[in-house]
């Protein structure tokens, strides 16, 4: 029989044993070594990868941004929500009437089937609701009221009632043309105008898209006011008047990005804030897994956010501020860096990593659709200038002007774009100038 075998350390010597145990101490020690050592090296990556992204700080002073202190008789946002107060609604088949302020339907056509409401009626109803919003529409300044009773997000319900009252004042406009009331329709569509500059006072990348689209409305229907043939030229020189106004008093693009980043920068500074946008990112289905497997929080942790986003956010913002405010064609090249657009600098300063940080995705603006639709207002308006001077030259000349040069006089002192004096009329379709673009658009739908 085979003897049955005793523990192995049996008749060992010491120096036997200290031998056996060497290689299991080895282990021990490397794995502790493991141990103590990942999370450092993780730290030292964290660490590190911070300290590639230079912060400069604030691109710019904040102090720019500043809300002025203004009184309620001064503030066009007030005024406005006091016209909606004496609004009349058009009762609609169904639970939404028209009328002006949130929630409220957009009126039919004015060529309305049978059986539906009078529109010219509910016009006349609201008389004195849209003499108080044409008042509002001289002033300066507009301002969210801070104690505003409007609900969690008001400046989304002024926008709303802006919109409503936009569409109301163009129906009106269109009723006096119909009627021949040259001038009253004027003053429809160049308050219209001047409460487009107040939806962008708003101070959000929504409310200036939504200004764009107000402006839009106004500019196509002065545009066909402009070329009838009942309008006289002492009403397009108020016209011209006040759109050269308006040119000068328009808000300049970094206005909004300015007001952007201080709100993406509240909103970076809240870490409870941080998790609902990108949850809300994720539901919306834009996820695309830059915060799996570990979840938010611990993504997060890992790339040292939201201090990497504050930084590169910095970055892009101060490259972005250097050059929108531009003309079109002194901008620098504008590239992409991954979803983000950047304008080219010199080699001397080498684009930020933007792609790095999967927060700023997350809270990055929709810059470029908004420099796109900004320039294309601005193309809008800048030939809605020359058709309003070339209609009042024809009524004053009896004939088109033979070059822009013709224009220019005390009402239009320099033509728009950097137009030279010797370039064709914008009247001849065929010889437009290019920097002009495409004749006036017809205005698109806005969030």
């Known amino acids: 029989m085979t003897e049955p075998h005793g523990d192995p350390s049996e008749g060992q010597t010491p120096q036997t044993a200290a031998v056996v145990e060497r290689p299991a101490r080895r282990r021990r020690l490397v794995l502790l070594s493991v141990v ?5 090296l993780v730290l030292a990556w964290r660490e590190v990868g911070l300290w590639t992204i230079p912060d400069g700080g604030d691109p710019f002073d904040l102090a720019d941004v500043k809300a002025p202190d203004l009184a309620d008789e001064d503030n066009a946002i007030v005024l406005y929500w006091l016209a909606s107060d004496h609004s009349r609604p058009l009762a609609m ?3 939404a009437p028209i009328g002006m302020g949130p929630g409220a339907a957009r009126p039919p056509a004015p060529n309305r089937p049978r059986g539906a409401p009078n529109i010219d009626q509910w016009l006349q109803d609201n008389q004195k609701a849209l003499a108080m919003w044409l008042a509002a529409t001289e002033c300066a300044d507009a301002l969210e009221p801070p104690l505003a009773d409007t609900g969690p997000e008001p400046e989304q319900e002024t926008l709303q009632l802006l919109r409503d009252f936009a569409r109301t004042a163009r129906l009106e406009a269109e009723r006096l043309q119909r009627e021949g009331d ?8 160049l308050g219209l105008m001047r409460s487009s500059r107040h939806a962008a006072l708003e101070r959000t990348l929504g409310a200036r898209l939504v200004a764009v689209g107000m402006h839009a409305s106004a500019a196509v229907a002065l545009d066909t006011w402009a070329k009838d043939s009942r309008t006289q030229a002492p009403e397009l020189r108020a016209a011209l008047i006040a759109a050269v106004r308006f040119q000068k008093d328009r808000l300049p693009t970094s206005f909004t990005f300015k007001h952007e980043y201080q709100r993406t920068m509240k909103l970076l500074a809240d870490p409870a804030r941080v998790v609902e946008a990108i949850e809300e990112r994720a539901a919306r289905g834009d996820d695309e897994g830059e915060f799996r497997p570990f979840g938010p929080q611990v993504s997060l942790w890992l790339k040292h956010e939201p201090e990497r986003a504050r930084r590169l956010y910095r970055l892009w913002m101060a490259n972005w501020l250097a050059a929108c405010d531009l003309p079109p064609g002194q901008r620098p090249s504008l590239i992409k860096s991954g979803p983000f657009p950047l304008f080219q600098e010199g080699p001397e300063r080498p684009q930020p990593a933007l792609s790095s940080s999967a927060l700023l995705r997350v809270v990055f603006p929709p810059a470029a659709r908004l420099l796109t639709e900004i320039d294309r207002e601005t193309r809008r308006h800048e030939t809605l200038i020359l058709t309003l001077a070339e209609e009042l030259y024809q009524r004053e000349h009896g004939t088109a002007p033979a070059r822009l040069g013709d224009l220019l006089g005390p009402d239009l002192q320099a033509l728009p774009g950097g137009l030279s004096p010797d370039d064709p009329p914008s009247s ?11 004749p006036i658009d ?6």
């Open 36 to 40: 103590v050592a990942l999370p450092l």
């Open 93 to 95: 088949p169904g639970p």
């Open 182 to 189: 040259m001038p009253g329709a004027s003053r429809m569509l």
């Open 428 to 438: 001849a379709t065929s010889n437009r100038p290019a920097r002009l673009g495409p």
């Open 442 to 447: 017809e205005p698109e739908e806005k969030p």
